[in-house]
């Protein structure tokens, strides 16, 4: 009888260990450091088998519901496009990041309601001191560059990533589930909102989403500020219910406007003169992408069954390249839609549109038919925040390439479980 909590203990401690050291594995991958990928995964695979070994034991109690099912049609079917892949090397390596969604779902669904209770609390933990660590590599990567005069077109961190973009998106999938902490913990305190009286876990998070803007705004990403734009209306449909929200974000506001102000200050606000249709229109960045999608295309048409091969587009894009474009290294389309298209056609791109269709109807289950779910308040305001994380970088992969990065894909999949 003694011996069973010390097991429990160590359960929970690989448990919590092995998703975390995997996904700090994957930060500086970027699709070349293949032993970093390698680690990765080892480590991905070593937390399921953690997970299943007694669970198959016990009869290996399948969940309920859509999701588990879906992202195990979703993994078999990124396995199955190696046997046709035209690249099946280049496609084995990209099995595994963007299978890491699919993956990293079903190794936190599987887990006992137990194993989950006590891993939670400690996986937080690591992002939250991995989004400080995340937010010091962006920022001092800025000021870096702020010190050597480089141009603001070029002050532009990309922390340990090979994109600013990804990164900004990297920032955004952790800023909700860090609001949806404050805004609950502090609307549980026993005293009024203007108190003088500090909780330091509020305060703690209040600084933690301040670093977190401060990288994400210094990124210049027009992508990743349009994605949290469009994110945080829900953000304030959902966040409800307690009194003095208003207050509180206001709060939050206020840290995300000082943060733009500061960040933007040595570039001259530029990023609102980016924003305007005519820039956008006439951007060579823009107008590239634009005619890369349209090369993307035609890769679809000339596979249209089932595509390329996974993570076989710059293989192939050179040879549909369109003479006015010349921004891009052709390595991504910016666009994970219709490159999911191009590399695995019709069905590879269906399972990403029921992807993002599943995070649409659980932010309609959670906002607007909370008391269906059966939860409690404070779970609800967790699992909101990380959907709309979630939310946030599935609609900014419309402009770049998300779940083509490693640490992306690995919190993707873990977050919406």
């Not at 190696?82 to 963007?98: A, G, M, Q």
């Not at 469009?230 to 009194?243: D, E, K, L, M, Q």
């Not at 820039?279 to 634009?290: D, E």
């Not at 995070?359 to 609800?380: D, H, K, M, Q, T």
Request: overall charge positive; proline content about 5%.
């Amino acid at each position: 009888m003694k011996t069973k909590p010390k097991i429990s203990a160590a359960r929970a401690l690989w448990l919590s260990l092995l998703p975390l050291l995997s996904y700090i594995s994957s930060w500086y991958y970027n699709g070349q450091a293949i032993p970093l990928l390698a680690l990765s995964s080892v480590l991905m695979l070593a937390w399921g088998a953690t997970v299943l070994w007694p669970r198959l034991r016990a009869g290996l109690p399948w969940p309920k519901g859509f999701l588990p099912v879906f992202m195990l049609l979703w993994l078999f079917w990124y396995w199955l496009t190696l046997f046709w892949s035209h690249v099946p090397y280049s496609s084995w390596f990209y099995f595994w990041t963007l299978g890491s969604v699919p993956l990293g779902f079903l190794g936190w669904t599987l887990m006992s309601d137990m194993d989950r209770q006590r891993v939670w609390p400690w996986f937080w933990g690591g992002m939250v001191v991995g989004a400080w660590v995340l937010a010091a590599i962006g920022l001092g990567q800025y000021y870096q560059l702020l010190g050597e005069g480089t141009g603001w077109q070029g002050l532009r961190p990309q922390g340990p990533l090979l994109d600013c973009n990804s990164y900004s998106a990297w920032m955004n999938l952790l800023f909700f589930p860090l609001v949806a902490r404050v805004l609950y913990l502090d609307s549980q305190r026993g005293v009024r909102f203007v108190d003088r009286q500090i909780d330091r876990r509020v305060l703690g998070y209040l600084l933690t989403i301040a670093v977190v803007v401060l990288a994400d705004f210094s990124t210049g990403s027009r992508g990743g500020l349009l994605a949290w734009l469009c994110t945080v209306p829900f953000a304030i449909w959902g966040f409800r219910g307690f009194p003095g929200m208003g207050k509180r974000w206001a709060v939050v506001f206020g840290l995300v406007l000082l943060a733009f102000l500061i960040i933007n200050y040595p570039k001259g606000y530029d990023i609102l003169g980016q924003l305007n249709p005519h820039y956008i229109s006439s951007n060579i960045a823009t107008v590239s992408r634009s005619l890369m999608w349209i090369a993307t295309w035609h890769i679809f048409l000339s596979h249209p069954y089932l595509g390329t091969g996974l993570g076989s587009y710059f293989l192939f894009y050179p040879a549909y390249r369109l003479p006015g474009e010349l921004a891009s290294a052709g390595t991504y389309a910016h666009n994970d839609y219709i490159e999911f298209l191009a590399e695995g056609g019709l069905i590879n791109l269906g399972f990403l549109l029921a992807f993002a269709g599943t995070l649409f109807y659980a932010l309609y289950r959670l906002i607007v038919r909370p008391a269906r779910l059966g939860i409690s308040e404070e779970n609800r305001y967790w699992a909101l925040g990380l959907v709309l994380g979630v939310f946030a970088i599935t609609g900014h992969a419309l402009g770049n390439f998300i779940f083509y990065n490693l640490p992306l894909s690995i919190l993707a999949g873990i977050f919406l479980a």
